[in-house]
């Protein structure tokens, strides 16, 4: 029945460039699918509500690395603290202050990216440009006791014109780039840019992505 996933799964990565990180993004579909990814050799998964994968977490490996990738909320940060190798989605500051909180509560190092918004939707969560520089010129992250910073995560706007898409992308890997290259931050261990999904993953690596999110090209469409 998942017979298509391993041969979908080896289609994406040999599109994939050296040095891109792959995120099998398997939410709404079942462990059997994510079990047929993980024998052809997929570790890290991505899903998007907290109660779904701490429903499969059990139910998988222990190997398997799991990417946080959905809107989170406040109250659900303390369940998730522990459970993840990323957290892809922090999107407001405050978010970012509370998974500082627990992950200093639980005693763990919880890696984030966090989530700009550059998109036309109103709709899309994530910091924008202006508040993401002032974070960092601010040094506000000199605060955090028990969280690492890895990187950005970002979504173009969603449509079909390309040059819009690429725009987004770019506006994002401009952000990441100014961060990552400014020397007065002394920030270490940032170098991750998340972006790019199934339709738009080779116009996000053209504008510099190191890690791709794609769900439907390797698990077909999604049943909601
Ligand atoms: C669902 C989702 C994806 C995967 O999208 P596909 O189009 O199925 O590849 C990637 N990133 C985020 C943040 C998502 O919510």
Not at 192 to 213: H, Q, Y
Request: glycine content about 6%; hydrophobic content about 40%; charged content about 25%.
């Amino acid at each position: 029945m998942y017979s298509h996933v391993a041969e979908q799964l080896d289609e994406v990565r040999r599109s994939l460039p050296g040095g891109v990180d792959l995120v099998a993004v398997s939410k709404f579909h079942p462990v059997e699918a994510l079990r047929a990814a993980y024998d052809a050799g997929q570790r890290r998964f991505g899903e998007s509500r907290v109660q779904e994968l701490l429903a499969k977490l059990p139910a998988m490996p222990d190997d398997v690395e799991w990417h946080f990738i959905g809107h989170l909320q406040t109250n659900k940060v303390r369940s998730l603290i522990g459970k993840t190798a990323l957290i892809e989605s922090v999107d407001t500051e405050r978010l970012l202050d509370l998974i500082d909180k627990e992950s200093e509560r639980a005693g763990v190092v919880t890696r984030v990216l966090l989530q700009l918004h550059v998109a036309q939707e109103e709709t899309k969560f994530g910091f924008s440009v202006d508040e993401l520089m002032e974070y960092f010129t601010k040094r506000k992250f000199e605060s955090l006791k028990a969280t690492h910073i890895c990187g950005l995560m970002g979504m173009a706007s969603n449509t079909d014109d390309e040059a819009r898409i690429a725009a987004d992308f770019a506006a994002i890997a401009r952000c990441f780039n100014n961060i990552r290259n400014d020397a007065t931050l002394m920030l270490r261990g940032f170098d991750t840019l998340s972006m790019g999904m199934s339709d738009d993953r080779d116009i996000a690596i053209a504008c510099g992505s190191n890690m791709v999110r794609v769900g439907t090209a390797i698990f077909g469409a999604r049943e909601y």
